[in-house]
């Protein structure tokens, strides 16, 4: 071809100079570990259902709660929710609400019936002994993958410990009962009033082939005071059965509660609701370390509940009681300090922990029991083949969240068990920690309030204290979530390339690295929002 | 107590793109067809700021124009590492003179497009700021005199980055060049020396004059579209970071960008006929210790005995942007 004048090549393009041959340092596209889902004892995948929920996709963002999690109403209420502790968020102005839009999404779910189906039938069938928070998840994970389950419940209602020891104000009976026969309906048998005292005799009548035991721990723990008296010592635990069961009550007059747990504000705070004159909480240790939730003590201190810290019961007169004044020491242990005072009691309520009643394990060869708990392997196995334990039975924190978590865990190796298969542990993924975070791209928007019922109207009844996010506030909240570790298709990356070396791909689809031209600056490294880029040494 | 609904997209507009939002909304750099005005391949060092820029800007301008649109480019980085000859990085029509004229040769080219009575086809001229604020001065200042019809962009890298890192009228305060060398009593580049083009423009009265950083995708993107909008002399001045002559690690590049505007150092800006009609509010403010802090050129102000003195008059460079062009928006 003729060129003109001084020119001898044809126009070329850059295209030809493959810059990737630069590269010290490859980007990698990771999927990181949020803090929530690390934190999560029921090992709900915070961070994903988030993600569905922030484009409205609120059916989908319930499913992907079911897989790990059956019970994202009862969840959304008296779950402590450590995710919002754990949660990067925090550090730049508050926490997602992840319970409340946990909440929004399971109440939804009851609203519109959605089911879950259960899976192809195998031909199998596990016993599960107690229709608590692990028990019910573990039938409902068994179901899910084909299982026949029959579960063994010795009081006349399913729900254990969330339905016999969490009072209505928190847990809404409606919400509990609508989780519980969405279980029901999936083909799982509950027989209730079936106590059982011989797990190997119910075994065998029941001609199961794996078996979950988790009967919690229902039986308050007693204490001897020295008594010359006519002031009734009742039992926290009993109380709230009672209270379940609609009968009479003698949470009168002058209530004192023993204890510091939840279980002892649970009691205070429906002896306010039924007329009390006085409802006072002594604890022998300080408020900072009373093991019942912050959230629990401030309520209940709103209602009128009074708190009386360092302080230790000795006695119980005619209508009072002695008290002894106690101090921490330098370990801050309370230690005695000889003072004491009277209180005037109209009843005493011990709320002082609760042991499990394990006698139905006591003829089963290779279960062991130490301290009133079951020993179990990390797989919750216990020493005999074919029989597993979780919730409040075996060694770990007592709430409904670790219980659903144990009920989950249990399922997953009984279905393996079942297969003849051994469980793989999946890898950990890295923590999705706030250094590998660039939150300068998040906008500021601090936490929506959830609403809450005035503390007047609070005291006359056991109306649900706690109120709902309405969709827009479920939404927003949603997208408050920085989605730690995990793209979220911000196009950051994309857009900052000085090398157009990353490849779009199409809503949903995230992006690609084009290595033939990306000189491994790491600018799209140090822009990504949410942490989603590795930084990999090249082998050179 | 009512809940409060608000409009809210997780990211805002800070991040490029947004999932949530709708196509018509996100950025031209979120676009899978966006036109890659300067395409890979290129010899742009790693994390180069200014080939960010030009793409970001050029983009920005073939949208505008619905690809009508001729670049005019001085010499400089951005020529050298785009076009080693016989390959180019520019997927537009695309011209390279000399040094100095880069604004007369595009004020020729938008007379050319004229008589030819192809008025839809725009023109811009880009340099760096050697071209601009030195080598190129003279012919820049004529085409604001005579409003030729032409969008001239300065990407501003504060030095002579392609022949070794020489001092240019861009190069701020106390920075090392290998003309500004780190002896003597007062290390570095001097104080009181060098321009702020964007105010000169402006006092040209001419229709528009913004200042824009690579760090804020949208509001660059804003000011190259309003710019387009226009005709007559138009001018943005555009902050990008040069890792190699600032002596800054190569994924620095954003984060420097933006800090230079957070600690009001480089304030965003954008003015009409002469009269400033739009700013950038500081949305968290800090002092300037953390964006010179990155940089090896400011390195002799740190270290056993921190230059206390010269880092309070840079931090005073910066308040005093802060006042004189109101950075801080209504809370101050």
Redesign the interface.
């Known amino acids: 071809m003729e060129k003109p004048f001084a020119i001898t ?11 990737g041959s ?1 590269r010290t340092h490859r980007p990698v596209y990771v999927d990181r570990l949020p803090p929530c889902n690390n934190q999560c004892p029921a090992g709900e995948n915070v961070q994903a259902w988030l993600y569905l929920a ?2 409205g996709r609120y059916e989908e963002a319930w499913r992907k709660i079911m897989e790990e999690n059956p019970f994202p109403a009862i969840m959304g209420r008296v779950c402590y929710h450590t995710c919002e502790t754990a949660c990067n968020r925090g550090a730049l102005d508050e926490a997602v609400g992840i319970n409340g839009v946990e909440r929004f999404l399971g109440d939804q779910a009851i609203k519109y019936q959605w089911r879950v189906e259960a899976g192809a039938p195998t031909g199998k069938r596990v016993l599960v002994v107690g229709a608590g928070p692990a028990g019910l998840s573990c039938a409902y994970h068994l179901a899910r993958r084909g299982h026949a389950v029959t579960v063994l419940e010795g009081s006349d209602k399913a729900g254990g410990m969330v339905r016999y020891s969490i009072p209505k104000y928190r847990m809404p009976r409606e919400k509990l009962n609508a989780e519980i026969r969405r279980i029901v309906d999936m083909g799982v048998e509950i027989r209730l009033n079936s106590p059982v005292e011989d797990l190997c005799a119910a075994i065998a009548h029941h001609g199961c082939d794996a078996t979950f035991v988790a009967v919690g721990a229902q039986r308050g723990r007693h204490l001897q005071l020295p008594s010359t008296a006519r002031v009734p010592v009742l039992d926290a635990v009993q109380i709230l059965r009672d209270l379940e069961r609609e009968e009479a009550v003698p949470l009168r007059g002058r209530v004192i509660v023993y204890g510091g747990g939840n279980t002892a504000f649970d009691v205070a705070r429906s002896a306010v609701r039924l007329g009390a004159i006085e409802s006072l909480v002594v604890y022998r240790r300080t408020r900072e370390k009373m093991p019942a939730h912050r959230s629990e003590i401030r309520e209940a201190l709103e209602e009128g509940v009074t708190l009386r810290c360092l302080s230790t019961i000795t006695h119980v007169g005619d209508g009072v009681l002695t008290a002894e004044r106690m101090e921490l020491d330098a370990k801050g242990q309370p230690q005695s300090t000889g003072e004491t005072e009277t209180i005037v009691a109209t009843t005493l309520v011990l709320a002082l922990g609760q042991d499990a009643d394990l006698g139905l394990l006591s003829g089963v060869p290779g279960v062991r029991v130490a301290d009133g708990l079951v020993e179990v392997d990390r797989n919750l196995a216990t020493g005999a083949v074919g029989i597993w334990a979780g919730g409040d039975i075996v060694p770990a924190d007592r709430n409904a969240t670790v219980a659903i978590g144990h009920g989950k865990k249990a399922a997953r190796q009984i279905d393996a068990f079942l297969r003849g298969e051994v469980l793989r542990r999946p890898v950990k993924h890295e923590l999705a920690s706030a250094d590998k975070m660039n939150t ?4 500021d ?1 601090p936490r ?5 019922l005035e503390a007047v109207r609070r005291t006359s009844g056991f109306a649900e204290v706690v109120g709902d ?2 969709e ?2 479920a939404l ?1 909240e949603a ?5 730690c570790g995990n793209c ?5 990356c ?8 990353v490849i ?1 791909l ?2 949903g689809k995230r992006f690609e690295f ?1 290595y ?2 990306c ?5 799209c ?3 990504c ?1 949410c942490g989603a880029i590795a930084r990999i040494p090249e082998a050179i | 107590m009512e809940p409060q609904i608000i409009k809210f997209y997780q990211t805002g507009s800070f991040a490029v793109g947004n999932r949530l939002l709708d196509d018509s909304q996100r950025s031209v750099q979120a676009d899978m067809r966006r036109s890659n005005s300067l395409n890979s391949g290129h010899r742009a060092c790693q994390g180069c700021g200014e080939a960010l820029g030009a793409r970001y800007a050029i983009d920005a301008a073939m949208q505008a124009t619905k690809n009508q649109l001729i670049a005019v480019n001085a010499t400089g980085c951005l020529e050298v590492f785009s076009t080693p000859y016989p390959e180019t990085s520019w997927q537009l029509p695309w011209i390279h003179s000399l040094f100095g004229n880069a604004a007369a040769v595009a004020t020729g080219v938008a007379a050319a497009m004229r008589v030819k009575g192809r008025e839809e086809v725009r023109v811009i001229a880009q340099g760096g700021d050697g071209g601009t604020t030195d080598i190129g001065f003279g012919c820049l200042s004529g085409m604001f005199e005579r409003n030729d019809d032409v969008l001239y962009i300065c990407y501003d890298n504060e030095g002579y980055m392609n022949t070794g890192v020489q001092r240019s009228s861009a190069t701020p305060p106390a920075a090392r060049t290998s003309t500004t060398a780190t002896l003597g009593a007062d290390p570095g580049n001097v104080f009181g020396q060098g321009k702020f083009v964007p105010a000169i423009a402006m006092a040209h009265e001419i229709p528009y004059v913004a200042t824009a950083s690579v760090a804020y995708l949208r509001d660059l993107e804003a000011k190259v579209h309003r710019a387009m909008s226009l005709r007559g002399a138009r001018y943005l001045h555009i902050f990008v970071p040069c890792p190699l002559g600032w002596g800054a690690a190569s994924e620095d590049t954003i984060r420097l960008a933006r800090l230079v505007v957070e600690t009001g150092l480089f304030p965003l800006f954008e003015a009409e006929h002469g009269e400033v009609t739009g700013r950038y509010h500081i949305r968290n403010r800090v002092p300037v210790e953390e964006y010179l802090k990155l940089q090896k050129r400011y390195a002799h102000l740190f270290g056993k005995r921190p230059a206390v003195d010269t880092i309070g008059r840079i931090q005073a460079m910066a308040d005093r942007n802060i006042r004189r062009y109101g950075l801080l928006g209504e809370e101050a």
Request: hydrophobic letters at 25%; aromatic letters at 14%.
């Open positions: 090549l044809d126009v070329g393009s850059s295209l030809a100079n493959k810059t630069w922030e484009e300068w791209y998040y906008s928007a929506a309030i959830r609403p809450i996010y309405d827009g506030t927003y997208r408050r979530c920085m989605s979220f298709e911000c196009d950051n994309y857009g900052v390339c000085p090398d157009n070396a779009k199409g809503p084009n033939d031209y000189k491994g600056c790491g600018v490294i140090s822009e929002p």
